[in-house]
């Protein structure tokens, strides 16, 4: 092993050197908040806003994360002439709803994961932003964070030869609770769209489209699922085994096997961390991705860098990143779509 790990914290751009950009956040919860401090800390935008359905709640939450102007209604959060983005982070059930109200507004929009609940939804805001000429992106994180970006270029340059396999979860136990927005069909829980969109992304971001999904996975007594274990199979050559779960904890490791090495991400891949390649002669190189802040300390989360990636692409006068394109997002849409139908899942209205 290296005496020193490679430090790649500056392959993915620095989030502090992005432009500006003015959001406003849509929805008042732990996901805008922590997108919130994320902008505000981190990079050289502004938070101008936030909107809720409870003017107290929106209030509050200004108050908490230092944002100025706090609205009683999403509509009137979007028609702030001095917002220039939407940053949405309400229940999955409501994304699709939320995203166009803001595309209606002429504002470019970024939508928390999963993009909606389903492929038809996700068609809908993807037409809504192309014939708008809006910007519009999921936030998927992992796609933006500098170790990602390092273990794409180790791929690249064929350091652990062909990807013959990829073995990602994302588990997280939530107690029990039918009105919790992960067990309320209502509100598109489960913990497909929250938690293994995760893995899921990661595997596709690595290995592409799959030939074929298979799926089996558990029910809770409200109809969500529980857990599940996602095979991908890429023709004869690859296969990608995911799991995820919210009646488990795990350490949420992710490892990616070539015909020449391999490359483990011992813990959190999904956040800035570490990992190592072992080459084929045994060697063994580590890599520092973990993200530091102005004082040194370091940061336990990255949104920074999906809001910067907005900031450079709106700047660039791009209505999508080359990262995280609406058609792959739809892609994981369908995906998804696939494995809810296999294991049993069906949201009402659906």
């Avoid at 809908?124 to 192309?130: E, L, N």
Wanted: glycine content about 10%.
């Amino acid at each position: 092993m290296t005496s020193r790990p490679v430090l790649v914290s500056g392959v993915a751009g620095d989030p502090r050197l992005a432009p500006s950009l003015r959001w406003g956040v849509l929805g008042a919860g732990n996901i805008g908040g922590s997108f919130a401090d994320a902008v505000a800390q981190h990079t050289a935008g502004t938070v101008l806003a936030t909107g809720s359905r409870d003017v107290a709640k929106a209030v509050t939450f200004a108050a908490r994360h230092g944002i100025d102007r706090a609205y009683g209604s999403y509509e009137e959060l979007v028609a702030d002439p001095d917002v220039d983005a939407i940053y949405v982070a309400t229940p999955h059930s409501h994304h699709r709803d939320h995203a166009l109200l803001a595309i209606g507004a002429g504002k470019h929009v970024l939508v928390e994961k999963a993009f909606t609940r389903n492929a038809a939804e996700a068609r809908a805001v993807i037409d809504a932003a192309r014939g708008a000429g809006v910007f519009a992106m999921e936030a998927m994180l992992t796609r933006h964070l500098p170790h990602v970006a390092a273990i794409r270029e180790i791929i690249g340059r064929g350091d652990i030869g062909d990807v013959r396999e990829i073995r990602a979860g994302f588990d997280v136990d939530v107690p029990f609770d039918a009105q919790h927005r992960m067990f309320d069909p209502n509100l598109a829980g489960g913990a497909l769209l929250d938690l293994g969109i995760y893995p899921l992304a990661f595997a596709v971001d690595l290995l592409g489209s799959p030939d074929e999904v298979r799926a089996t996975g558990l029910l809770t007594s409200t109809g969500v699922d529980a857990q599940e274990t996602i095979v991908l199979r890429y023709g004869n050559h690859a296969l990608a085994t995911l799991s995820t779960s919210i009646r488990t904890s795990a350490p949420n490791t992710a490892t990616i096997v070539g015909s020449a090495g391999r490359i483990e991400i011992a813990e959190r891949y999904l956040m800035p961390t570490t990992f190592t390649v072992t080459a084929a002669d045994g060697s063994v190189t580590e890599y520092d991705g973990r993200v530091r802040d102005a004082a040194g300390d370091l940061l336990d989360e990255g949104k920074q860098f999906e809001a910067a990636e907005v900031a450079r692409c709106v700047a660039a006068g791009l209505t999508e990143s080359p990262r995280m394109t609406l058609d792959q997002s739809l892609e994981l849409m369908e995906i998804m779509d696939s494995i809810r139908a296999q294991i049993g899942v069906r949201y009402p209205g659906e």
